[in-house]
Nanobody
Framework: VQLVESGGGLVQPGGSLRLSCKAS????????MSWYRQAPGKEREYVAG????????NYADSAKGRFTISRDNAKNTVYLQMTSLKPEDTAVYYC?????????????WGQGTQVTVSS
């Protein structure tokens, strides 16, 4: 099982980035996908989530109106389009996959990609 994030980097305030998370080793289309982030000295926090079919999306208040989560099940990839970036968006962004059955919960994490918003 692998989740590989990419697309992070250094961007100026007000700029945009698109993060990608490529999945392999499991049935991607059966999993809800989410993005989390962790800033230095802070707890990991939820950013956005999308259901397995893409039919429903959810955002943290900090992301609403600026970030868009999407997925392409044919490419086993989930995306996070980030616009109007602020210095407080600086963090390592992690991709998360989740599937719950009656007996078991399956979840996987990526290794993270650094996003730095600075002038």
């Amino acid at each position: 099982v692998q989740l590989v994030e990419s697309g992070g980097g250094l961007v100026q305030p007000g700029g945009s980035l698109r993060l990608s998370c490529k999945a392999s080793g499991f049935t991607f289309s059966s999993y809800a996908m989410s993005w989390y982030r962790q800033a230095p000295g802070k707890e990991r926090e939820y950013v956005a989530g999308i259901t397995s079919t893409g039919g429903s999306r959810n955002y943290a208040d900090s992301a609403k109106g600026r970030f868009t989560i999407s997925r392409d099940n044919a490419k086993n990839t989930v995306y996070l389009q980030m616009t109007s970036l602020k210095p407080e968006d600086t963090a390592v962004y992690y991709c998360h996959a989740l599937r719950r059955s009656i007996a078991t919960t399956y979840d996987y994490w990526g290794q993270g990609t650094q996003v730095t918003v600075s002038s």
